[in-house]
């Protein structure tokens, strides 16, 4: 797999780190940021956690409903998963500035989206 495919990914995570450090202000944005998305995630999970305990103690009432339910609600995280791995796909593909110099270099078009495929699958991880 080219590692130059990488590199620039890597490099520009360090260099935003590095320059994060002196910037009090993107700093505090990113804390922001950061605390909204953890209060979302931890919202979330209190109502799904209660939202099962409360079917949990009624399954006599609805036989099998919890886990129709369930498997909805991991349906659509697997199906909001597959949305925004095709958002990247699609976006690094197909809108890339650098597509023409990577396929002039002389690596085989196989490598190419091989390297490109495991980029698009670190950077859409998020949501797992």
């Known amino acids: 797999m080219p590692f130059v495919l ?23 944005r990113d804390l922001v940021v950061f605390f909204t998305l953890t209060t979302i995630v931890f919202c979330t999970y209190s109502f ?25 609600v991991f349906l659509s995280f697997y199906l909001l998963l597959q949305f925004t791995s095709l958002m990247a796909v699609v976006g690094r593909f ?10 002039s270099t002389p690596v085989s078009l196989a490598r190419l989206f091989k390297a490109r495929f495991f980029a698009v699958t670190i950077q859409s991880s998020w949501v797992l």
Do not use: W
Request: aromatic residues 12%; positive net charge.
């Open 6 to 28: 990488l590199r620039p990914s890597i490099l520009g995570f360090k260099n935003s780190l590095k320059a994060k450090a002196y910037s009090p202000g993107i700093f505090a």
């Open 48 to 72: 799904s956690l209660g939202a099962l305990n409360i079917l949990k103690l009624n399954e006599l009432a609805f036989p099998g409903l919890t886990k129709k339910l369930i498997d909805v």
């Open 94 to 103: 197909y809108t890339s500035n650098d597509m023409q110099f990577f396929l």
